[in-house]
């Protein structure tokens, strides 16, 4: 079993464009311009006016040393990547959110490490940010007293 640090950014991919994503594999070491633009994005994120933008300037800048989930996977990505097709992924920030948008895989190399590629994914579209639901604090119990109870 592999564990994920909370920083990590899990990348989806939807490769049959039926609106169906399928598991990439997880950002480990992301760039420092990611890395910036994800911290960018959970302080300016309540702004207005600065959330469209930062969320355009972090699904701009993703790259990094990735673990690719698997041969079929890595794969599909080289073939994407040999053919220039955009495929349409979901970037998911823990506790923040998921970015969407079409990518188009630009560079996927085995990096020196085992296991991992670097990977560079080229903004096609306009990106979109699904926020995390946080769910709606549940409202107190009324107070009862055992005595009324009997």
Do not use: N
Not at 77 to 86: D, F, G, T, V
Not at 120 to 125: I, K
Request: proline residues 6%; positive net charge.
């Amino acid at each position: 079993m592999t564990t994920r640090r909370s920083s990590e950014l899990i990348l989806a991919a939807d490769f049959s464009s039926s609106g169906t994503f399928s598991a990439v594999g997880v950002v480990r070491e992301p760039s420092l311009a990611l890395s910036v633009a994800v911290r960018d994005l959970f302080l300016y994120r309540e702004d207005p006016e600065l959330k469209p933008v930062i969320t355009h300037v972090l699904a701009s800048r993703i790259a990094g040393r990735c673990s690719i989930k698997g041969a079929q996977v890595q794969r599909a990505l080289a073939q994407s990547l040999a053919a220039r097709l955009a495929l349409e992924w979901k970037i998911t920030v823990p506790a923040l959110g998921s970015v969407r948008a079409l990518f188009l895989v630009t560079r996927l190399e085995k990096a020196e490490r085992t296991g991992l590629f670097d990977l560079v994914l080229q903004l096609a579209s306009r990106p979109s940010l699904e926020e995390l639901q946080t769910p709606a604090p549940k409202p107190p119990m009324a107070a009862r007293s055992v005595l009324r109870l009997f």
